[in-house]
């Protein structure tokens, strides 16, 4: 009998192959060491990414899965291995990024003995996993993953763990892997209500200044050619969301800008002119919507929305539209009639001329001596590929980044928003990376936060991955410092950074680099990043105190926003 | 403020109390009572959570318990909505029975449930306020120990689980 049975190990990693994964990025240790050992004899059908830490490993995956729309796969030791994932657990939820980690525990009959390296991960990571499981025998390893994968990636995505202990990792067991399509606690086939489309269609027929705002949700969804096309029909000025960008190109008619906090000026002025607001897979985070007692109240808003814990969250709707989008935008174009509102959108043009000279001039084009970020970006968009990915980390870089990178395509954009994970970027473009090697990634990240993972330019150095990195350096925390300039008298409490010399540092890992800090260097160095065969590194000197606008501050309404 | 009952319907899943437990936690908000069972369908548990809150928290607590991915449904309800009991237990010494307290005993309906050498133990099922009552009538008669259950409910609303259950 013997014969038919295989290791637990085993059928850990057989089982992710089933489950189509590619890749795992992860990192070694003594619980999970079986698993390592099995995977020596699968390296032909599935890969495994040695990063330098194990929030390394799960911010790649959150970047491989951003950009391929497949699940990512994480794997870790007991005890550090798996605290070291909570905060790209975390990360991952609020993002609704799909993942599957995996960490090993230590063996059942020492569960809670505080055994060697025994963390109750089940107990830590449960606020921040869709869903989570502990492992203690073999038979209950396949049927776990399976449904690990079918919840990560279902519904509304989002990060799930298994934890596996030992005994089941070594003893054997017979593997028959039978895919998830569901069970009875969970619900993910939504069927959208044709009455609710017919009230939503009406409301739109009817409206004088309609405005969509569009989230990730486009992209989650799948919807993006459905999404046009609702807008081609209605003729509706779109505006996007951080995570939103890239789902509709920026060159299509009804684009309008980028919301929130430090998004353009007319999509945050028009919020509070429209008459019906048409929210697209967008959850009003309150960096988008600023003070909500003041968002929006002339409007009556309509909810397109896959997760019914999000309606009413934050901004109570008049209409709630419940399924994925890719459906209900589909049913709503069929119902609505053909329009065009060029008075309307003359109003965002008139914004964005008012925004282009105050701040977006200064920017792209400065008189001053120092460099800005944003030229920097100005720059990548000359000579970037249409399909280019953007990976960029926590901060002001983050902000211009978005602000002036020129997104074409879906799935091309990759940043912690929700969490506002410093650190993020340098991992969660090397996994982003290694989904395809002929993409370009560009990887923007400031100062501060790329000491948070710097060791990953070994894995960057291992893996040979092209990613180009686009260091903004003022030696500074800068938002922090932008902060302390404009709400704390500008008392610069412990935000400024004595750096090393970073072009040394991505040379020790034998990454190509070149520092810039003269205006006449910049586009060839851009031009020379982006054609080079291999991962390079580019620090750019920036400006040290420049400021991101516009900038809607906290407790202010979205029509408060600041030109300076 | 109002007093609210939830019901949650769930899979028998170890850690679901705590994945339920955490959202009210999140908040900040306090859980009055809870009690958990068995429904009378094997291997759906139903778990009956009394809270404090306003109408708008309460349908937030609900829609972020229903994304829980083993719980079935939840549902709340108003005090008006529920017909709901509590049971308590008063332990008293054998030595401070007499006439007086058999009358309140019959007075509030309790009964005696055990009679040990050294004490009694007295039960009475009801709404809070008559446990309540009787237990500050029993702080004079040397009670050594009281123990309250959570709220056990049901809902007047003539439905029934099976039709979440499939």
Sequence with gaps: MKDLMIRGADIVVRTLIEENAEIIFGYPGGAIMPVYDALYDYHDQIKHVLTRHEQGAIHA??????????????????????????????????????LVCITGQVAAHLLGTDAFQETDVVGMSMPCTKWNIQVRNVEEIAPAIAKAFFIARSGRPGPVLIDITKNAQTDFGEFNYVPCLGFRSYQTKIEVNKNDIQKAAELIDSAERPYVLFGQGVVLGKAETEFKAFLDKTGIPAAST????GALPQDHPNYVG????????????????CDVLIAVGMRFDDRVTGDVKRYAKQAKIIHLELDPAEINKTVKCHHSVLGNCKDSLALLTDAVTAKSHPVWMERFREFEREENAAVVQHDITPTKVGLTMGEVIHQVNQYK??????????????????????????????????????????????????????????????????????QELGTIMQTKAPVKIILLNNNYLGMVRQWQQMFFDKRYSFTELDNPEFVKIAEAYGIKSQKVSDRSDLNEAIEDMLIHDGPYFLEVVVEKEDNVFPMIATGCSVEEVRLS | MKRYTIFVITENFIGILNRITIIFTRRGINIDALTASESRIEG????????????????QLVNQIEKIIDVIKAFYHEDEG?????????????????????????????????????FVVLELSGHKEQTQELLEILKGYGLLEFARSGRVA?????????????
């Design chain 1, 242 to 245: 951080l995570l939103g960008s």
């Design chain 1, 61 to 98: 995956a959150q970047g491989y899965a951003r950009v391929s729309g497949k699940v990512g796969v994480c794997l870790a030791t007991s005890g550090p291995g798996a605290t070291n994932l909570i905060t790209g657990l975390a990360d991952a939820l609020i993002d609704s990024t799909p």
């Design chain 1, 258 to 273: 980028k919301l929130g906090m430090h998004g353009n000026y007319a999509p945050n002025m028009l919020t509070n002119q």
């Design chain 2, 82 to 118: 529920v017909v709901y009991q509590e049971i308590a237990l008063y332990k008293i010494p054998v030595s401070k029975l007499d006439g007086g307290l058999e009358k309140i005993i019959r007075q509030h309906n309790a009964k005696i449930i055990a009679a040990e050498p050294e």
């Design chain 1, 385 to 454: 590929a249409d399909d280019a990915v953007l990976v960029t980390d926590v901060g002001q870089h983050q902000m211009i980044a978005w602000r002036y990178f020129n997104y074409k395509k879906s799935r091309t954009q990759v940043t912690s928003g929700g969490l506002g994970t410093m650190g993020f970027a340098l991992p969660a473009a090397l996994g982003a990376q290694m989904f395809d090697f002929s993409r370009q990634v560009v990887c923007v990240v400031g100062d501060g936060g790329i000491q948070m993972t710097i």
């Design chain 2, 44 to 59: 759906i548990h139903r778990i009956t959570i009394e809270v404090t809150a306003s109408e708008d928290t309460v349908i």
């Design chain 2, 154 to 166: 049901v809902a007047k609303r003539m439905h029934t689980i099976d039709s979440y259950v499939k």
